[in-house]
């Protein structure tokens, strides 16, 4: 099957998926011990609510507003970068979450992504929250409210400081979209 113009990647692998045309990429790296690996290959169960051959979009539990879904790569990683995560399993994620919040049916919603425990992540399995913010009901889900937390100021010669050492960093990993 040829996607469309009109069809994203995604949508092209979720059809196949549900067609069980095809098989869950070769190279994916799961762990035995993880219940989001066990949820990817129905050892536990899930509310699935999206596929495709890279991710897997399913109903939180217990969720912290109605339509809260969880979007995982099959690919377990403890964090984005511990260890980095194949290009290809998070390019497939941002369509994803995109279709979730239309799904989900609300105007506002919050899409949270957290990496280590000090960042609130309960899972060793990196995955993404869309979580609605239903109209009226700015206290349901995550609370984040402008001027409830300190900003952190800088001046612009730390701001400078901050993105050289950021860019030679990712110099040192070959990300290609580095500026000089």
């Given amino acids: 099957m040829v996607p469309s113009s009109r069809q994203s990647r995604a949508d092209f692998e979720a059809m196949d998926v549900d067609a069980g045309m095809i098989p869950s990429p070769h190279h994916t ?41 969880l979007i995982i790569p099959k690919y377990h990683s403890r964090t984005l970068t511990d260890p980095r995560i194949p290009d290809e399993f998070l390019a497939d994620i941002g369509p994803i979450m995109q279709k979730i919040a239309v ?9 949270i992504q957290n990496n280590g425990r000090t960042a609130e992540q309960s899972v060793d399995h990196v995955h993404f929250h869309v979580m609605t913010k239903p109209e009226g009901q ?19 010669e730390e701001y400078a400081r901050d993105a050289a050492r950021m860019k030679e960093i990712g110099r040192n990993h070959g990300f290609p979209g580095v500026p000089a």
Avoid at 30 to 51: D, Q, R, W
Avoid at 103 to 111: A, H, P, T, V
């Fill in 103 to 111: 799904m989900n049916g609300e105007y506002s919603y919050d899409i």
């Fill in 29 to 69: 790296t799961l762990h035995p011990n993880c219940i989001f690996c066990k949820i990817i290959t129905g050892e536990a169960p899930s509310f699935k609510v999206y596929e495709t051959n890279y991710s897997l979009a399913f109903l939180a539990k217990p969720p912290v507003s109605h339509g809260h879904t």
């Fill in 138 to 156: 700015a206290t349901q889900g995550p609370v984040l409210l402008l001027g409830t937390s300190p900003w952190y100021l800088r001046t612009d």
